[in-house]
């Protein structure tokens, strides 16, 4: 996947991040329970944080060993969807079962982050 198509992604998770935050901050509070307002905060907070990992990992690499990039990208964006995805729908839609989703995508968000360290790794020895 070529950095430019993974900057357009990454850029649009923020654009989503944003949007969601602007949600929740105008057109959910007083209407959903707090609990639930500290879950789609949490969801906001890992989608923002996570986009903007995906715009390093995407401006990065040239950085980074190519295939393990790409891995590390996947990972992170199919885990971001994941976790914040199934936050967002729990709060909407009240359906409990879908927090156990969750932890699905925090486990492809740090092999996404492992996957990217190897992949720095591996590029550094091929320089030296």
């Known amino acids: 996947m070529n950095a430019s198509l993974q900057i357009a992604i990454a850029a649009f998770l923020l ?23 500290a879950i789609w905060h949490t969801a906001v907070l890992y989608l923002l944080v996570h986009g903007l990992g995906l715009f390093a990992v995407a401006v990065a690499q040239s950085h980074l060993q190519p295939k ?25 839609s009240g359906q409990r079962w879908l927090g156990m989703i969750t932890p699905i995508g925090g486990v492809l968000m740090l092999g996404g982050w492992v996957s990217v360290v190897i992949a720095a790794l591996k590029q550094y020895r091929l320089q030296k």
Do not use: K
């Open 15 to 37: 654009f989503i991040g944003v949007g969601t935050g602007a949600f929740g901050a105008h057109a959910l509070t007083g209407l959903v329970d707090m609990s639930l307002m």
């Open 68 to 92: 393990l990039q790409t891995l590390a990208f996947s990972l992170l964006l199919c885990g971001t969807l994941l976790f914040s995805g199934s936050l967002f729908l729990l709060v909407l």
